[in-house]
């Protein structure tokens, strides 16, 4: 195992920026232990960190950068338990072609693919689903490299000890050891009928119950400064599949939603009173469509223009009025949003800091173009977020803390003290995971 001496690193949005000392790409559970334990008696921090999406400084270290990237691969498929164990650091997209190619999809997954396994799951990486839930929630044993260089397996069958580390480290934000495999539920590869199209802001929001409960996969936008929104619902289809033209899959995917949507960022950015005039614009771009295909292929799209994200955890009943007062407050400042605001669902789970943890959710996430100040914008709206009990997506930007988020999350205590046993020199800490866990 070769280690080098590191760079600065800088994660996909360009928000967050980190100088470790020396970084290392282990091939295998081994190596990846010995690094762990080496960086301890040289009394460095070890982060692990994957494709760098999110917009926390949640994988930022100043001492040892692990790369998981030869971690790597399906391990094993058990086709009568219904699960696929993968190295953690395998990119989404490798692992749903993988899965289609054996006749095998996940149930439910987020709208980008780029992440790895492992930080898809550590952050909370969620889609939408009436009744299926994140990515974190889809699997079924885990393991975990620890502080002290042992590997620790865990899952629900497993001894006291490891069911409390499987409930926390599924959503373990890194905190509790360096993820080497993850086992996945998986089931055999369905079709999804897609129907997208624009709806009045108000009819969404008022019919929004219903169409969560008529839909196994409901999501929207809304575009600020209009009434307009797009929906999107998902729901299992005998077929036949039925999907997107190549030709009209591209004029919608990359020169309007990709394309266009940079240039109109761009512009908005530089003079931002066209921003209200461009909202119009964009929010009537795209055309109402339909089509059927397998799971990754409807739930993931391609996002190459760059943004800055804040997204909170609703409860599911508080979701309206949250976006109805976002919109007022919107509509009465004088803030330019070029982003369209997404809204999804979740069920409830079992994760003991999933955003879901013990209740049905529904998310909102605003976004900035990048390059533009999101500050004022972000904290009017996480300012009526909290006022709804709202829970900050773990790799977005938000400014909560351990004070705010113990009250929040009903087992957050049991969270720190698995992480006061499994690290309690806080080989895996950094800032980030100080200001929202505490000490």
Not at 163 to 170: I, L, P, W
């Amino acid at each position: 195992m070769a280690y080098g001496n590191s760079t600065a690193w800088r994660n996909w949005a360009g928000n967050v920026t980190a100088r470790p000392v020396r970084e290392v790409a282990p091939a295998s559970v081994g190596e990846l232990s010995a690094a762990v334990r080496k960086a301890a008696e040289d009394g460095l921090r070890v982060k692990a960190v994957g494709t760098g999406h999110s917009f926390t400084a949640a994988a930022a270290t100043d001492g040892l950068l692990i790369r998981p990237g030869l971690l790597s691969g399906i391990r094993g498929i058990d086709r009568a338990a219904g699960t696929v164990t993968v190295g953690a650091g395998t990119p989404l997209k490798r692992l749903n072609a993988a899965l289609a190619r054996e006749g095998l999809s996940l149930t439910n997954m987020g709208d980008i693919m780029e992440q790895t396994v492992s930080g898809a799951i550590s952050t909370g990486t969620h889609g939408t689903g009436r009744d299926s839930g994140s990515i974190a929630a889809q699997v079924r044993a885990l393991e975990l490299v620890t502080a002290d260089g042992s590997v620790l397996g865990c899952s629900a069958d497993g001894t006291e000890e490891e069911r409390a580390v499987f409930a926390a480290a599924r959503i373990g934000l890194g905190a509790l050891g360096v993820i080497s495999a993850v086992t996945f539920a998986v089931e055999p590869v369905f079709l999804l009928r897609a129907r997208e199209e624009p709806m009045p802001f108000d009819r969404v929001t008022s019919e929004f119950d219903g169409l969560v409960a008529e839909n196994e996969h409901f999501e929207f936008y809304w575009f600020p400064h209009t009434g307009n929104c797009n929906t999107k619902r998902n729901n299992r289809s005998a077929g036949p599949a039925a999907p997107l033209g190549k030709v009209s899959g591209w004029i919608e995917d990359e020169l309007l939603s990709n394309g266009l949507f940079q240039a109109v960022n761009t512009l908005g950015r530089a003079v931002p009173a066209t921003v209200p005039a461009l909202a119009g614009l964009t929010s009537r771009a795209l055309s109402a469509r339909t089509y059927t295909d397998i799971p990754y292929k409807v739930f993931t799209s391609p996002r190459r223009v760059r943004f800055v994200e804040m997204e909170y955890a609703l409860p599911r009943g508080a979701l309206v009025a949250a976006l109805r007062e976002l919109k007022a407050m919107v509509d009465r400042s004088r803030l330019r949003i070029s982003f369209p605001v997404e809204v999804r669902t979740a069920p409830a789970d079992d994760i003991t800091l999933s955003t879901a943890s013990g209740r049905d959710s529904a998310y909102v996430a605003v976004h900035m173009y990048r390059g533009t100040p999101y500050q004022a914008y972000f904290t009017a709206a996480e300012r009526i977020f909290t006022a709804h009990g709202g829970r900050p997506h773990w790799g977005k930007v938000h400014t909560r803390d351990a004070a705010y988020l113990s009250e929040v999350y009903p087992r957050f205590c049991e969270f720190t003290a698995l992480r006061d046993r499994l690290d309690p020199d806080r080989v895996f800490g950094n800032d980030y995971l100080r200001r929202v866990l505490g000490d």
